[in-house]
């Protein structure tokens, strides 16, 4: 039971413990921020302490609202796998791919070694964590989807560069681990999109996480779940962190006919909505995921990381889920 | 051109639209101007436009045979088709199998409709521009256009129905039905692009090979399309339907796919390490193109084992016709790697003995 291993972390969470999958809308003064700094108009350092004010904004935020376990926001980056590309020996950044209508992005390449030359998220994870005393979860993205992501020109086949990526992912855990993180979320959105790689999305994490005394949440959104369930199961984390409402909870019949077996943070609001759910639609859904899962398994944020919404709305978002997790507790 | 023995240099489909250099952004930038209010539509097609012929240039510069118009004014593989038709609507975005690119979902909101054209008028202007980029020595007469259709079944596979009006209620609920509406469209689509001057057609059908099971909606909902092509033929034109199939291992459907009454079958080697060393053990009764360049990896691939492999395969295709090409479109790879990987066809194909 995981809420044991919690426990034995020294971490005394309620029912229904309310977090959040970890990216929030920039604020409009780091946005600006961050096109100056794309075009060399300020410094380096000048948008870091922007990036420190959005981070402890949001960290005040959070706990305002009451959100149990809480994260910094991801203020200082940008796409999930391009900001560890970017820090890791080994990649160099590709040309520009398209990702839908008129987004482009530049796509990592994996043209050598890929190495852990030092810690990347931790001083991050410190500033966040030394601003609060609820816990702050570290945050990565894991070696699957970091080479699903990425062109690889350098490593036999996608298995190889994914194993090589786990073990980088791992020294950056146990680099969080040594600074005090008790509970580690490794994104692997990536994980449903060849069914027949699942077996090398879980070496890879089983090699990321094994043996490391973390509570480990994956998040994964937007998949073809229906392929990979219940194999999926046996993914070496703690808890999935899923998108459920987007899909009107459809993942919920997958369950019905194999139970779930690990802690759930259980998506409650759809991201991709600017509306914010009501409170009582949020209760049915909490209600929907109780008919399947013990209620001791049952975290409760939203469906997905909220950066593409405006602050108030992922605020609201927020509150909603709060309101809703304590519900349940009395 | 041509349909005799012999290797022949085909794209897959798609271009990217975008390079590093600012020239090459020219689209990207009107778009978002457009966005802005600061465009107009006549200035997005006029982007269209050069970006396209741009896409021409670069793959006869390349040394190709078949050329595409790089499906730049398209928006995706399934909404840009989709959402030319009446009482379709198009909707959220949904993942591209494992691309981690996006499409919008079409919905059906009534029996689709066919209002004109939906490729006729850009393969009028890509012939156009092929007419405009210099030929290279001994390629004269040689180079066409290709048209590229996403089929029926993949286009319905990702559609949706919202429809339930006038008695017949979930008409389109089935997979079947949305088929068959799409190949009716496909096939009035495909006699169009005839009377424009296209010999050959690629009508990509990705969904089969992931969705096996789906076999006989596929099957069924190519018939209509088989028709077009010969009441063209009948009518005295030329006319070859190459179907391909990418983004999943082909092996296990491969005598079914060549078993089918198409001119020519593409498939993706990308997914499955021995599908040569099957096929050169197999044989194909059809021509086949040949996806031995990885169209989603920047890597280039080794000139000389690549070539081995069509060494092998080759003697075993009917006819000895083959078309070499990457293993899907390109608009997954930067520009220059794009250029590049194209540049690569043609090393490959003088490297081959015999």
Known sequence: MSREKLERLGLKLPLFPTTSVGSFPKPDYLAKARAEFSKGHIAEQELRELERRATAFWIETQEKLGLDVLVDGEMYRGDMVAYFAERLPGFTQG????????????????????KWSGPVTVDWWKYAQGLTKKPVKGMLTGAYTIMDWSFNEFYADRRAAALALAGVIRQEVEALIAAGCKIIQIDEPAL????????????AMEFTTKGLGAYFVTHACYGAFEDIYPAMLDL??????????????????????HPFTKDISFGVVDVHAHATESAEAVRKRVEQALTIIPKERVWVDPDCGLKTRTVEEAIEKLRVCVTAARAFRH | ????????????????RIGDSPDLQILRRTIAALDHGDRTTADLLDAENEVTRRAIEEQVRAGLDLITDGQIRWYDPISHLAGKLENIQIKGLIRFFDTNTYFRQPVFAGPPLRKGPLLAGDYNFARNALGHVPTPAGKAGKLAIKPVLTGPYTLAKFSLSEYSGNGAAGAFAALEPRAQAYAEILAIEMDALAKAG????????PAVIKYPGDWAVFENSLAPLIQARNKVIAEGRRLELALYVYFHDCAPLYEKLVALPVDIVGLDFTYNAKLAEMIASAGSPLPLALGLVDGRNTRLEEIAAVARQIERVLPKIKGGRAYLGTSCG????PRDRALAKLELLAKIRAALKG
């Open chain 1, 95 to 114: 040309g520009l791919v398209r990702s839908y209508g008129n987004r482009y992005y530049h796509k990592p390449v994996i043209s050598g070694e890929v």
């Open chain 1, 192 to 203: 449903s999109v060849r069914p027949e790689e699942l077996p090398i999305a879980m070496e």
């Open chain 1, 236 to 257: 070496a984390v703690d808890n999935f962190d899923l998108e459920m409402s987007n899909s009107d909870l459809d993942l919920l019949e997958l369950f019905r006919r």
């Open chain 2, 1 to 16: 051109m041509s349909a005799g023995a012999g290797i022949y240099l085909s794209s897959t489909g798609s271009y990217p």
């Open chain 2, 198 to 205: 296209a010999e050959l057609i690629q009508v990509d059908e």
């Open chain 2, 330 to 333: 390109l608009e997954y790879l």
